[in-house]
Structures are given as structure tokens and as C-alpha cells.
């Protein structure tokens, strides 16, 4: 057995470069990725083939080359991020990106993406613009806020308002509004960061109005009331509402700051939800700022909103912050564009992705559950196929308490356990990310556009997801 006679079989680059594959692939991705391609699979074939225990061996490596150099190359240039299918009836997924862009809100965004728009230019009047002028109106009519502004997410609008009104000063907030987000993100860490001393009122259950009264001193700078979006305490609980809190801000001429977390706009209990507080609702009830999400029940980008009192918000706008934490035109434009919905509530629930899964009746996303099982049938896989139901939350730290009745379909094939099946959904072209429920697939369809139906079932079909492996 001679390997170095193996080795030399190995074609050379130059030889490579002349082929009618390598020639196509340097086309599409380069010559320089291409040669870094080669180099690559060329160093894992002379590792395979010091390795290999028979010629036929080493021979059969060399010929798979090519398809190796194409295979490489084409995956290095492949976007991580992909589209999947939300089976998992969980709306506002974090993990899947929460709230998805309409359709028709994206035409609109791509076409300002990929040329130039008047971000920061004011086209009337022929001068520098401000970025948020275009939904800064839009909020104020809809919230009846004096003015408004937005950063990148609804951290930063706690960090940036407390560092603004409170810096080097004390800001009051109650001990049962401490809250966590996601990642680890907590409201006293945030509160440190912004350069603002926490000072804690209340218990983690109760907090009376004359906590906030006896901890009020010369160096408070803010109240800071969190709405726990995100969680609910039951039982023996009492905390301050926002007119007593407005009475003792004006008394005391402190702003009166709220942190909405998830932010709706329209009233959920027309739609069979339990209420959640509207933005409006803290504006009327005298928060001086509120801020809130916009990925979340309101729709739309990856947002922090701020509105409020103009003094504050201007005050905001200088803060050197600002320029750090600001969005950018993709979320100027996705923003203005969602918002620009909600001056028709007839129409939001229709055209706003998220609030229509949300609303949805429960017979629509039954005839979709009905229609997968019938699309799956028609492929003759192997399993076992039913209807049920199942219930649905809207997920992202919002209403956590809610359960919205759904429907969906069950799979279970022999011989395949629930979680390989589980881990072969989350590998086709197109991811399809479900529940296990009692050791069988869960594909809740309330999230799924029923015009999918049919392409998921025949995905499935050609990647052979219910066929065991022998």
C-alpha cells in the first residue's frame, strides 16, 4: 500500500480551475472564495485519504472533490438566518423574531431599502429632517401624547429616559416591579446603567401610596412605575394606581414615568382577550413618559417607543444617548407604516399580522388545522395523522395568563421517536418549528398561512420526515 501514490492523484489547483463546475461556481461567488474553497477541501482530502485503509477508498474521496468544493463553497455563502414555519401557536415568539411584518408593509420597506428615502431630510422645506417626524404625529393623534420618539428597543427607552430625568438623582420604583425580561435583562440593572440610584418602595406583593410619599427627598428625579406585562402576582396584592401616582408627581413636580413593556393601542376585550391597559390609558391618567415595545403586541419593528410630556421627550432627543440607541431607516420606515393602520381600528385587525392571529375565531383556525390534515392524507406517509385541540398564547412577555383556543394536527409515526421527528422538521428547506405534546408532534396552526398547507405537506413528503431509516 504506497499512499504517496494516492496523494499524487489529487488533482492541482490549476486543473480544478478549468473545470466546468469550478468555472460556474467562480461566476457566482469569486475567484478569491472559490480558491479558499479549494484549499480547504483540499487539506480535509489529503487527511482522509492518510487515513483511507484501501485504494478504492482513497480513489472514491478524490472523485467526490468537485461536489466537496461546490458543497463548501455554496454553504459558506448561504445566509444564516432563515424563514420558518411557526407551528408552535406561540405568536409573539421571541426566538422566531416576535412580531412578523405584513406582506404589503414590506413591498413599501423594500422599496425604500434598497435606494434612498428622506430619513433625515425634510423634503418641504428643503433642509436637514428629523427622523422621527415620520410616525412622531402618527403616535401623538393615536396616543394623545404631545410628542414622541423612538430607540432600538424597549430597554433603551428605560435607559435613556432615566438617564436623562434622573441621572445623578434618585428614581422611586416599587419592589414588585422589579422585573426580568428576556436574556437576564433587569429593571435595576438597567436603572444602574442610566446612572439613576434606585430606591425601592413597598413589598414584593404590596406597595401602599405612602411608600412612594415617605420615600420622596430632595434628590428624586422620577417615579418609575413597570406594568408587569410579563407576569401577574395573584392573591393578596395591592399596588398604586396611576391618578394617585400623577396626584403626588404634580404635588412634587417629579415626572411620572411608565414602562408598558408590550404596548396595545386598541381595547383586546372587544376581541374575547382579557384587557390589557392601553397606551392612551396611561396618557389620559397623567404618566408625564410612557414607553413601550413595538415588536410586541403593537405589530410592527423592533422598537422602543417613547411619548409623553414635549419638555421630557425634547429634552430626550438632545441627550448624547439618543444618537447610540437610535433606529434606523428599516425601523423609521416599518414603524410609520404599522402605525399608519391603527388610525383605522377596522382595518389594524386585519393588517397587522400579529393582531390578526391574536383575534382570530377559533373556526378559521380549525378549517386551517382541517385543511393541513387533508393536504398531509393526500401524500399517503406513513404516521398517523389527527385533528385536535390545543391551545394557542401570545407569548413575547404578553398577557401570560392568556390561552387562546386553537386547533391543530397530531403526528406520530412508528418506529420514529417524536423528538427525531422534532429535530428532522427543524432541518427541511424550510424549518418548521413545533411542539411536543404527550410524545407525538404538535403543529399548531395558528400562525401558518393556510396557503402553506399544501407546500408543507408536499415538503414532507420529499424529505421523507416519517420514514424510518434502515
Known amino acids: 500500500m504506497n499512499k504517496n501514490e494516492w496523494f499524487k492523484r489529487i488533482p492541482k489547483v490549476d486543473i480544478l480551475l478549468e473545470t466546468e463546475e469550478i468555472e460556474n461556481l467562480i461566476e457566482s461567488y469569486g475567484r478569491t472564495s472559490v480558491l479558499s ?5 483540499m487539506d480535509i482530502l489529503r487527511k482522509q485519504i492518510s487515513q483511507c485503509e484501501t485504494e478504492e477508498d482513497a480513489i472514491q474521496r478524490i472523485e467526490e472533490l468537485v461536489d466537496k468544493i461546490q458543497e463548501g463553497v455554496e454553504k459558506k455563502h448561504t445566509p444564516n438566518m432563515e424563514l420558518v414555519i411557526n407551528g408552535t401557536g406561540t405568536v409573539l415568539h421571541t426566538n422566531l423574531g416576535r412580531a412578523p411584518i405584513s406582506k404589503k408593509h414590506m413591498e413599501r420597506l423594500a422599496l425604500i431599502a434598497s435606494g434612498y428615502g428622506n430619513l433625515e431630510y425634510n423634503l418641504k422645506e428643503g ?27 424597549n430597554a433603551s427607552s428605560v435607559l435613556l429616559i432615566l438617564n436623562t430625568l434622573a441621572k445623578g438623582g434618585e428614581a422611586i ?15 435595576p440593572d438597567v436603572m444602574e446603567a442610566s446612572g439613576a440610584v434606585m430606591v425601592e418602595v413597598g413589598t414584593t406583593n404590596k406597595t401602599h401610596l405612602e411608600d412612594y410619599e415617605k420615600a420622596i427627598t430632595e434628590e428624586t428625579k422620577a417615579i418609575l412605575k413597570v406594568h408587569t406585562s410579563n407576569y401577574q402576582v395573584v392573591g393578596f396584592t395591592e399596588s398604586v394606581s396611576m391618578e394617585e401616582l400623577s396626584a403626588i408627581s404634580n404635588e412634587r ?17 372587544k376581541y374575547g382577550l382579557t384587557y390589557e391597559p392601553r397606551v392612551q390609558d396611561s396618557i389620559e391618567k397623567g404618566a408625564d413618559v410612557v414607553c413601550f415595545s413595538g415588536d410586541k403586541l403593537l405589530g410592527g419593528p423592533q422598537a422602543g417607543i417613547i411619548i409623553g410630556k414635549k419638555k421630557y421627550i425634547d429634552q430626550m432627543k438632545k441627550n448624547q444617548l439618543t444618537r447610540a440607541l437610535r433606529i434606523d431607516k428599516f425601523t423609521a420606515t416599518a414603524l410609520e407604516l404599522t402605525l399608519l393602520e391603527y388610525l383605522s381600528e377596522e382595518n389594524v385587525v386585519k393588517n397587522i399580522p400579529v393582531l390578526e392571529m391574536i383575534t382570530m375565531p377559533y373556526e378559521v383556525v380549525e378549517k386551517k388545522a382541517k385543511k393541513l390534515l387533508r393536504e398531509l392524507k393526500k401524500q399517503n406517509m406513513p404516521g398517523d395523522y389527527k385533528l385536535c385541540g390545543c391551545e394557542s398564547q401570545i407569548g413575547g412577555g404578553s398577557l401570560p395568563l392568556e390561552r387562546l383556543k386553537s386547533a391543530g394536527v397530531s403526528i406520530a409515526s412508528e418506529g420514529i421517536s417524536a423528538a427525531e421527528i422534532e429535530t428532522r422538521l427543524r ?44
Open 127 to 153: 433642509r436637514r429632517g428629523e427622523r422621527y417626524s415620520h410616525f412622531e404625529e402618527l403616535l401623538c393623534e393615536i396616543t394623545g401624547a404631545e410628542a414622541a420618539m423612538a430607540v432600538n428597543n
Open 253 to 269: 413636580d417629579i415626572p411620572l414615568v411608565e414602562d408598558l413593556g408590550s404596548g396595545v393601542l386598541i381595547d383586546l376585550s
Open 427 to 470: 432541518k427541511l428547506p424550510i424549518p418548521i418549528i413545533v411542539r411536543i405534546v404527550n410524545d407525538e408532534i404538535l403543529i399548531d396552526v395558528r400562525c401558518i398561512e393556510e396557503k402553506n398547507m399544501q407546500m408543507i405537506a408536499k415538503m414532507l413528503k420529499e424529505n421523507r420526515v416519517f420514514e424510518s431509516v434502515s
Open 37 to 41: 474553497g479549494i484549499r480547504e477541501e
Open 173 to 187: 420604583v416599587s419592589r414588585g416591579e422589579l422585573i426580568e425580561i428576556g436574556g437576564k435583562f433587569r429593571i
